[in-house]
């Protein structure tokens, strides 16, 4: 099959989507995924039919068809797919699934800057899941990642979640620590000292 012949397939498929026609659309993705299609554009097929999937509330199948496009995406070094999975499982509150797909994230070849969002989300959904001590290793170990960038998204995020735990000691030391970073801007530093001003009162 030519390359003009799959961009025909990909139009088709997406005009099945935008008329309701979803069954239709996963018969040619799936088609796709059994010709000469690159890796690349096969792992955008299965992308295709996780959303499919989902808008039919089939979150299984999406699942399945993430995970079909990791496989592709991996011959090739890229991580597109697995980053939508790891969302996805997130947004469906599939916490088991979320804390696996972001792991594996972590583990993978994506950028540090990539894998210390990885670890922030998965903070987040340890929190949910009333696990304290496991959001705290998460929060940390994304700090290492982004500490080396001169960023600080995560330490932030601990410094709140700290507060938010009453454990204010804690929290006014990263702070404290975060307002001297020299590579911090006057607006990050300002909003740093006014949170220092609001846990001390």
Same mark, same amino acid.
């Given at each position: 099959?030519?390359?003009? =012949?799959?961009?025909?397939?990909?139009?088709?498929?997406?005009?099945?989507?935008?008329?309701?026609?979803?069954?239709?659309?996963?018969?040619?993705?799936?088609?796709?995924?059994?010709?000469?299609?690159?890796?690349?554009?096969?792992?955008?097929? @299965?992308?295709?039919?996780?959303?499919?999937?989902?808008?039919?509330?089939?979150?299984?199948?999406?699942?399945?068809?993430?995970?079909?496009?990791?496989?592709?995406?991996?011959?090739?070094?890229?991580?597109?797919?697995?980053?939508?999975?790891?969302?996805? @499982?997130?947004?469906?509150?599939?916490?088991?699934?979320?804390?696996?797909?972001?792991?594996?994230?972590?583990?993978?070849?994506?950028?540090?800057?990539?894998?210390?969002?990885? @670890?922030?989300? =998965?903070?987040?959904?340890?929190?949910?899941?009333?696990?304290?001590?496991?959001?705290?290793?998460?929060?940390?170990?994304?700090?290492?990642?982004?500490?080396?960038?001169?960023?600080? =998204?995560?330490?932030?995020?601990?410094?709140?979640?700290?507060?938010?735990?009453?454990?204010?000691?804690?929290?006014?030391?990263?702070?404290?620590?975060?307002?001297?970073?020299?590579?911090?801007?006057?607006?990050?530093?300002?909003?740093?000292?006014?949170?220092?001003?609001?846990?001390?009162?």
């Amino acid at each position: 099959m030519s390359s003009e =012949a799959h961009d025909q397939s990909f139009h088709l498929a997406a005009d099945h989507v935008n008329n309701g026609r979803r069954e239709e659309a996963l018969a040619i993705f799936a088609q796709l995924l059994e010709s000469d299609l690159d890796n690349f554009g096969k792992s955008m097929a @299965c992308v295709n039919m996780a959303t499919i999937h989902d808008q039919l509330g089939q979150e299984a199948q999406a699942l399945g068809a993430y995970d079909r496009g990791i496989g592709f995406e991996r011959t090739f070094d890229r991580y597109n797919v697995a980053l939508r999975k790891a969302a996805y @499982c997130v947004e469906k509150e599939r916490h088991g699934d979320a804390l696996a797909a972001l792991g594996a994230l972590v583990a993978s070849g994506i950028s540090e800057l990539d894998k210390a969002t990885a @670890c922030l989300t =998965a903070a987040t959904v340890c929190e949910k899941l009333g696990q304290m001590d496991k959001a705290l290793e998460w929060y940390d170990r994304g700090i290492r990642y982004e500490r080396s960038h001169y960023r600080f =998204a995560v330490a932030e995020h601990k410094a709140w979640y700290l507060s938010s735990k009453g454990r204010t000691k804690e929290s006014l030391r990263l702070y404290d620590s975060l307002v001297r970073e020299s590579s911090m801007t006057e607006a990050d530093k300002d909003r740093i000292k006014e949170n220092i001003r609001i846990l001390k009162q």
